[in-house]
């Protein structure tokens, strides 16, 4: 039975690979769920997969290529390439509508702005703190706090190590969590209660998962606001990442 598993999955491993991830998709979402309720957004819990399975993978296979090297998971290599993750971030920022930005006013743009400079400098702050000092470990560990995505994206077109990558998606998920579980007891306090500042909000956070789950916590009817910004805000910061944030870092650390 076995043999016969693993002739097939090695035969079709892109297939096995979309099979795989879409069952520990599934089983996210029914945890996001059925155990919060929705407040920890299933995304989340599909990236501590993600990170739990590559630690277990790394430590069975001698940290070579982790969960690669196993034949039942090979076809995971492909999918998690950087030729389908880059697909998949040009597709986040050509699937938003520059119109519907617009309608947001100067703010919402302003938003964006300073969201991804605070999160950046927060990044780098966190990185300084445990010894990081040359200037690519901290652009991309100051990335990933901007969002788990952007991390990583700027680490591979600054030559950053597969650690520092790692880092810099724990940052952000760890900034997710907190913004899906923060968001509902916040928000009276600032006033999330309007698209307006659902907008600004988005802009100013940025981490989808995170804006997506706090708002439908908050109010549902607030997603589309948030999520609309967050989206901009990933692809703003997958732009000045390896460009503009890295060459400061190299004029100011060398």
């Known amino acids: 039975m076995y043999d016969s598993i693993l002739k097939v999955f090695s035969a079709y491993s892109l297939v096995a690979g979309f099979a795989i991830i879409g069952i520990t998709m599934w089983l996210s979402y029914w945890l996001s ?23 277990i993978g790394g430590a069975y296979t001698g940290g070579s290529k982790g969960l690669v090297d196993i034949p039942l998971l090979s076809g995971i290599g492909i999918l998690g390439g950087a030729m389908l993750r ?15 930005l ?3 006013g100067m703010v919402g743009v302003l938003a964006l702005f300073v969201g991804i ?15 990081y000092t040359d200037s690519v470990s901290l652009t991309t560990i100051g990335t990933g706090a ?21 880092l810099s998606i724990g940052a952000g998920l760890v900034k997710a969590i907190l913004v899906m ?30 804006v997506a789950g706090g708002l439908a916590a908050t109010d549902p009817k607030l997603v589309p606001y948030g ?28």
Not at 236 to 250: A, E, H, K, Y
């Open 117 to 131: 400079a605070s999160s950046f400098v927060a990044g780098v702050g966190v990185a300084m703190a445990f010894g």
């Open 146 to 166: 901007v969002t788990y995505i952007v991390g990583p994206v700027t680490g591979a077109a600054i030559g950053a190590s597969s650690e520092v990558m790692a």
């Open 86 to 100: 880059d697909f998949a971030i040009v597709a986040t920022g050509y699937g938003v509508n520059v119109d519907e």
């Open 181 to 210: 579980i923060a968001t509902p007891f916040v928000a009276p306090y600032i006033g999330l209660n309007n698209p307006r500042s659902a907008v600004i909000f988005g802009g100013l956070i940025g981490t989808s998962s995170g």
């Open 227 to 254: 999520c609309l910004t967050a989206a901009f805000y990933t692809a703003l910061g997958c732009l000045l990442g390896p460009s503009l944030l890295f060459l400061i870092m190299r004029g100011l650390m060398g």
């Open 33 to 55: 769920d059925k155990l919060t309720h929705g407040r920890l957004h299933g995304s989340a819990i599909a990236i501590l997969f993600g990170l739990l399975f590559a630690y």
């Open 102 to 104: 617009k309608r947001a």
